[in-house]
C-alpha cells in the first residue's frame, strides 16, 4: 500500500516494458484538475468487427484509465455524450452536423465543443481514427474546446514487415516474427492485435506481413487460411493485410496449387494460376489490401527472365487483383550489378532508367514504390529522381523505420527530419513548385493513387523495435503519413508525453536529444553525401569504408589516394544530375550551387577541395567525425538527468543502448578518420587522427595466455592490433604500470563483443579489483551481432570516477568463452572534459 501510495505520488507506473508503446492511457497525475468529459458513449454500430465498435471499446478504457472514469455505452440521446460513429449513420440519428464539414476518404471529424464529443468518421475506420486522436489528447491533459475535420493526405498508408516465414526477420532488430514461425502463421495473434492497435492509433490503414524477398508457400491453402485469421485480428482496427509474393511461384511447387513450367507473365497458364490463386485468397480475406512484389531485383526472379517488362509484371498481379478492389504496390528497387571501372556506371541511374520508360503502361491499381533515395536508405541521399519521372503512373515512398543503415536501433536516430529532406523537397517540375510530398499524394499529376510505405520490423520484443526511443519514428511515420507538413518536434513532443508522461523536463529533454540524433549520426558515420560508410557485404551496422568499393554493388565513394566522391554530372560523370528536372539538374550539375551535405553524391573531388564552409572536405571530415561522436557521449548524461522520472525498467534499458551508443560512436570516429587520414596522408589540422594520448594499447602491455591480433579492418582497432587470447588458455592477464598524473579518471576499456560466446573480464589496480563485466551485449542489443573482432563487435565500457595514483600497476584479466577470445583493443585514462 505505501509503495502504491509512493509511485502515486511521483506519477510512475510500476512496471513498464514498453509493450503499450505511446498507447499506455496513464493516468493523469493529480496535480492537474479538468473540466468534466462525458460519461455516456453513443457508438453507432455495434458489430463487433467494426472499427467503430473498437472505437467505443477504446474510448471507455482510455477514459477510465486516464481520467479514472467509467463511461457506461447508451443510445440515442446525444447530450453529454461521446458520440462516434461514420458520418452516413451520424445523419441518419441526429441529422446534419451543425458546421459544414469537409470530409475525405478515412478523414474524421472531432469537436469537443457544448460538453458533446463528436467524433465521426468519413468511414468506420475514420471513427476510429477520430477517437484515438480524442484519446490521445485527453492522455496528454489537452482538454481545449476543439472542432475540426482531419483528413488523410495520401490514400496508401503502409507498413512493410520483412518477416520471413521461419520466423526470423530481415533486417528486424526488435527478436522474432509476430506474425510467423515454423513455415506457417503463428496460433497466438495477441501481439498482432496489439500492433495493429498501434498502427491504426496513428492512421495506417495496412501492413504487407511477410519478406520482399519473399517464399512461395505463403501462398498454401494452410497458410493462406492464416492469412485470414491475421485478417481477422487486424480488421477491427481498420488495418488491412498485403501480401509479398514470390513472382516465380508458379513453378515453385507450391503445396496445394497446380505446378506450372512457366512464371512468364504474359503465358496464359500464369496468368490463370494467379487469377486461381487471387480468388482463393480474397475467398478467405475479402479485404485484401493487395500485394507488394520485388521483381527482378537483388537475385529475385521476375519479369525480365522471359524479356518481359516491368510493367507487364505488375499488371500480372493488377488484373489478377482488380476485380476484388486490390492494389498492386511494385518496387522500383530495381538495379544490376556494375562495374567500378566504368566511370560512367551508377547504379543510382536504374531506376529512372527502367522505370521511365514505361511510365503510362502500369495498370491504375499499380503503384510504384519507390525508396526516398536511388540507392538504399542512407544516412543522406538526394530525392530520387524516379518521382520526378512518373507523370502517368501512381507513386508512393518507400521510408525505413527499422533502422538498417542508421544504428540498428542501438544508436538513437530519430528520423522523421531526414525523412522531411525528400518529402519537402521541390522537383522544380516544369520549373514550378513540385514537392515530393504532392507527388506520391497524387496531387502534382492528378494521380488516383498514391502514399507511403514503411519497413517497420516489429517483433516479439516487448520494446517492438529494439529500443524504447526508436519507437518515436514509428509513430511519427504514421502522424507524417497522415499530414506531411506536421512539425516533426511536435511529433516528438506528443509521443514523449504519451510515452513517458507529462513532465515537461522529461518532453524537452527526450525531443532535444532525438533532433540531436541523426545530425550526430551523420557526422560520425559518413558525411557530405558520401553515404552510411558502414560494412555494406555484411551486416551493415558498423563502420567499414573500404566495403563500398571494388565490388559490383555500386556504392561507391571512389576513394583513392587524393580524392573521393562519386562523379554523377552530365558533364563528365555517370549523367545521374541530368535525371532531374532542368533546374534541379543545374543546381546539382555544378559544384558551386550543389549542397555540401551532398557534394561527394554529386561530384569527385580532391580532399583539399574548399567547402562553402572555407573548409577542406577533409578536415569537414575530421571535424565532423569529432564533433558526431562528441555529441554521442551526451545522450546518456542526458538521459541519466530524468532518473527517478522514468519507470525503472524503461530507464535502465535506454540508457545501457545510449552508453553502448557513446562507445560506439568512438567505434566509428576513429575507424572513418584513420581511413581517410591513412589513404590521404593529410594531417588533422586539430592533431586528433592518430594521436592518443590518454590511451595504453593492449598489444603494448605485458600479455599473459593473450597474443596480438591484426584486426580487420584495421581502422576498426586502435593502432590496428588487439589482444586475443591464446588457443588453450583459460584465463589471459595484460598488465601495465600506469604512468598518467594521480588523480580521478572514467576509465575506458575497448573490446569486441562477439557473437557465439560470453567472455567476462575483472579489472584490477594493484590487484585490487575495480570493475567486471561480460562480453554480453547478444543478450541486450538487437543490432546484427558479428563472429568477428571487426567495426560491428567493437565496444567500450567505461567506468566512472576511479582513483589512480602513478605508478599503480593495472591488469585485467579475460576468461574466453565459445568462438570469443576475451579480446582486448586499448584501455583509456579520462579526466574530466577530456575524449579520446
Ligand atoms: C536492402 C536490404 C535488403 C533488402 C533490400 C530491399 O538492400 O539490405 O535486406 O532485401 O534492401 O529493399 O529489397
Known sequence: ??????????????????????????????????????????????????????????????????????????????????????????????????????????????STENNIVQIVGQNERGALYGAFEYLSMLAQANFSSVAYASNPDAPIRWVNQWDNLDGSIERGYGGASIFFSNGTIVNNLTRVAEYARLLASVGINAVVINNVNANASILSPQNIDGLGRIADTMRPYGVQVGLSLYFASPTSGVQGQANLTTFDPLDPQVITWWGNVTDQIYERVPDLAGYLVKASSEGQPGPITYNRTLAQGANLFAKALQPHGGRVLFRAFVYNQLNESDWKADRANAAVDFFKPLDGEFDENVVVQIKYGPIDFQVREPASPLFANLFHTNAAIELEVTQEYLGQQTHLVYLPPLWNTVLDFDMRIDNKTSLVRDIIAGRTFNRSLGGYAAVVNVGTNQTWLGSHLSMANCYAYGRLAWNPTEDTTKIHEDWSRLTFGLDQNVVDTITHMALESWPAYENYSGNLGIQTLTDILYTHFGPNPQSQDNNGWGQWTRADHTTMGMDRTVSNGTGYSGTYPPEVAAMYENIESTPDNLLLWFHHVNYTQKLKSGKTVIQHFYDAHYAGAETAQTFAQQWQTLAGKIDRQRFDEQLYQLRYQAGHSIVWRDAIVNFYHNISGIADESGRVGNHPHRIEAESMTLNGYIPYAVSPPETASDYYAVVTNENSTTGSVSTTLHFPSGTYDIGVNFYDMYGGISQYEMLINNKTIASWTGDSENYLGHTPSIYLDGHSARRITFADIEVKEGDILEILGIPNGIEPAPLDYIVFLQKGVLD
Not at 44 to 54: A, G, H, I, R, W
Not at 59 to 69: A, D, E, F
Open 1 to 110: 500500500m505505501r509503495l502504491l501510495t509512493f509511485f502515486a505520488v511521483f506519477g510512475l507506473a510500476l512496471a513498464e516494458t514498453g509493450l503499450d508503446g505511446w498507447l499506455r492511457y496513464a493516468p493523469l497525475p493529480a496535480s492537474i484538475s479538468w473540466p468534466s468529459v462525458p460519461k455516456h458513449i453513443v457508438v453507432l454500430n455495434t458489430t463487433k468487427t467494426s472499427p467503430v465498435y473498437t472505437a467505443g471499446q477504446e474510448l471507455q478504457r482510455g477514459i477510465q484509465n486516464i481520467l479514472g472514469q467509467s463511461c457506461h455505452f447508451s443510445s440515442g440521446k446525444p447530450d453529454e455524450s461521446i458520440i462516434v460513429g461514420t458520418l452516413d449513420a451520424y445523419v441518419s440519428t441526429y441529422g446534419n452536423i451543425s458546421q459544414s464539414v469537409d470530409l475525405k476518404d478515412e478523414g474524421f471529424w472531432l
